[in-house]
Nanobody, 114 residues
Framework: QVQVVESGGGLVQAGESLRLSCVVS????????MGWYRQAPGKQREMVAR???????TYADSVKGRFTISRDNARNTWYLQMNTLKPEDTGVYYC????????WGQGTQVTVSS
């Protein structure tokens, strides 16, 4: 059984950094993309960063130059390094793994105070 678990969220001040982790347990075949999404209160969930199986990265315009997505295959873990955080980055961050099935974690809260 596959489990996707995010961690690393918290309360920080504007300008500070956080690193989110996404640990995947179980076997997932033929991963096409792995992504980080976020949902702010009252807003739709949006893609923040995405990493393809071939290593191509895609970022939302609002986070380009500040966020970096990466993976550690040996640990079955993906990361989202978030620098120079802004209050508008506040939300619940979700990890998503796409293969034949789409897997989602339970989310981790990120709150950035001004």
């Amino acid at each position: 059984q596959v489990q996707v678990v995010e961690s690393g969220g918290g309360l920080v001040q504007a300008g500070e950094s956080l690193r989110l982790s996404c640990v995947v347990s179980g076997t997932i075949f033929s991963i096409s993309t792995m992504g980080w999404y976020r949902q702010a209160p009252g807003k739709q969930r949006e893609m923040v960063a995405r990493l393809s199986g071939g290593g191509t990265t895609t970022y939302a315009d609002s986070v380009k130059g500040r966020f970096t997505i990466s993976r550690d295959n040996a640990r079955n873990t993906w990361y989202l390094q978030m620098n120079t955080l802004k209050p508008e980055d506040t939300g619940v961050y979700y990890c998503n793994i796409n293969s034949i099935i789409s897997y989602w974690g339970q989310g981790t809260q990120v709150t950035v105070s001004s």
